[in-house]
């Protein structure tokens, strides 16, 4: 399970030194949760219309600040989509997709998980199933749990912990993470598709499409390489033709590797970690990291940032998403839609 988040404080785009100029990140996935739990229930501001989504790069460095890409609105969008392929296909042959989730624990961040999960299936018109063991349960009960879920007919989807055995035994056909190394391995390779793209990464790009960003030919930087968000989002840009560089602890000199992107998808976990000048003028900025700091004057006690120092973001970039309100609302939408994909491929519905 994850470990628990200290807060740090941070004044607008402060952040302390060990969070800058040399990189130091740290060595772990971003953490949005228990290992097994990969998006947390975000709340944004008021969304635009969908008709508003689709803006050319052109378009927004015209703009006095930059253009904020709305990922609820967006994910809101997807998720009608969602909902009108899930009643056509059931009123067409009668099946329902299915989401399953075995979780381990009583932790609270879990049991939140699970009612947002829940709660998201609903909305689109998918089943959601559950089964919440003890926290000393044997990995044998867990990976028997899975087992039943393999052969589930009304099963499509199967979210899991991250542990090996756990990854390896959740069938490829039902890895709605995408996470599955052969699902991985594909999406590495030019000439070969995955079953299921990760979502978060998948996200990301959607995010691009929907808002008119051009990614083939230009120059994009990953900031991290996670399994989880950065790695499979430099393979994701890389099939978009895009030239990509990977930024990680062991980079020198990441500011000025930054700088030359024009694509900007940071996932690191560090508190407004990229500053103004880290941005080339333009570039389009997708801000994973979602990070707790202290903020007296927030009814918590702490306000969520991300990566990117999003007020000297605004005044450099020509699109960035919020945090939250980005990133955050689009993962569940792909974990919502990789269920649907699932389900349409399992019983060959067009």
């Known amino acids: 399970m994850a470990s628990s988040i200290s807060l ?12 800058t100029a040399a990189l130091r ?25 969908p008709s508003s989504h689709v803006v050319s790069v052109a378009a927004m460095a015209t703009e006095a600040s930059a253009k904020v890409i709305d990922g609820k609105s967006v994910a ?38 699970v009612r947002n999960k829940k709660k998201a299936c ?19 009960e867990v990976l028997n749990y899975i087992s039943g879920y393999n052969d589930d007919p009304s099963v499509h989807g199967i979210l899991h912990m991250n542990e090996q055995n ?7 056909e039902k890895d709605v993470d995408g996470f599955h190394p052969l699902n991985i391995g594909r999406l590495a390779m030019r000439g070969r598709e995955p079953l299921f793209v990760p979502c978060t990464p998948k996200g990301c790009i959607e995010l691009l499409h929907r808002y008119g960003v051009s990614i083939k030919g230009k120059r994009a930087v990953v900031i991290g390489r996670s399994n989880i968000v950065g790695m499979p989002a430099a393979f994701l840009l890389q099939r978009e ?8 602890s062991r ?4 500011e000025e590797i930054t700088r030359q992107a024009d694509i900007i998808i940071s996932a690191v976990g560090q508190p407004n970690m990229v500053k103004g000048s880290w941005i080339k003028p333009g570039a389009v900025i997708i801000d994973v990291g979602i990070n707790p700091v202290e903020d007296p004057n927030s009814p918590r006690g702490y306000r969520l940032v991300g990566d990117i120092c999003y007020e000297e973001a605004i005044k450099v970039a020509s699109a960035v998403t919020p945090v939250p309100g980005g990133v955050g609302p689009m993962t569940i939408a792909m ?14 519905f067009q």
Do not use: W
């Not at 392929?85 to 879990?110: C, F, H, N, T, Y």
């Not at 959601?128 to 003890?134: F, I, N």
């Not at 033709?241 to 990680?248: F, I």
């Open 166 to 172: 756990i990854l390896n035994a959740v069938t490829i």
């Open 122 to 140: 609903e909305s689109v018109g998918i089943n959601s199933l559950e089964v919440h063991l003890p926290e000393n349960s044997t990995e044998e």
């Open 76 to 113: 809101k969008q997807i998720r009608d989509e969602i909902t009108a392929e899930v009643s056509r296909m059931r009123e067409a042959i009668g099946v329902i997709p299915g989401l399953a989730v075995v979780l381990v624990g009583d932790r609270k961040d879990s049991a939140t998980y």
């Open 8 to 19: 740090l404080f941070v004044n607008h785009c402060y952040a302390s030194p060990s969070s």
């Open 241 to 248: 033709d895009a030239t990509v560089s990977v930024v990680h």
């Open 251 to 254: 980079t020198s000199n990441p």
């Open 335 to 348: 974990l919502l839609q990789n269920t649907l994909i699932s389900a349409k491929r399992i019983h060959n």
């Open 25 to 49: 990140l740290r060595r772990h996935p971003v953490q949005v949760g228990p290992t097994s739990l990969r998006f947390l229930s975000l709340h944004s501001s008021s969304a635009p219309s």
